[in-house]
């Protein structure tokens, strides 16, 4: 009832910008926090940035000066600006949201498929 989807990957050279977003659609009553991870095979999810529904955001700090996010509440959707990327920024970025859904009180984390990011010396 509740689609994450990402979109905006892709592959750079280091030095190079990305954004990605992700769109949230379906069943949707409302949405609270909503966040940015990003996986390297054999590794643990890692977080790479959050933004509550004002706008207060956190970042990861190997990510602080060089990344964005941000949201646009009316859409019901989120962007990671990625600038300055290095080859350690690869990995597939997965978009989460804590959404409440329609004709339910339940409130409940939502992740999109991931997209993959590819930085390149």
């Known amino acids: 009832q509740v689609l994450l989807a990402e979109s905006g990957g892709g592959s750079v050279q280091a030095g190079e910008s990305l954004r990605l977003s992700c769109a949230a659609s379906?069943?949707?009553?409302?949405?609270?926090?909503m966040a940015w991870y990003r996986q390297v095979a054999g590794k643990e999810r890692e977080l790479v940035a959050t933004?509550?529904?004002?706008?207060?955001?956190n970042f990861a700090e190997s990510v602080k000066g060089r990344f964005t996010i941000s949201r646009d509440n009316a859409k019901n959707t989120i962007y990671l600006q990625m600038n300055s990327l290095k080859p350690e920024d690869t990995a597939v970025y997965y978009c989460?949201?804590?959404?409440?859904?329609?004709?339910?009180?339940?409130?409940?984390?939502?992740w999109g498929q991931g997209t993959q990011v590819i930085v390149s010396s």
């Open positions: 989460s949201a804590n959404v409440k859904i329609r004709f339910d009180r339940r409130r409940a984390d939502y």
């Open positions: 379906g069943s949707i009553f409302s949405i609270n926090d």
């Open positions: 933004i509550t529904t004002d706008g207060r955001t």
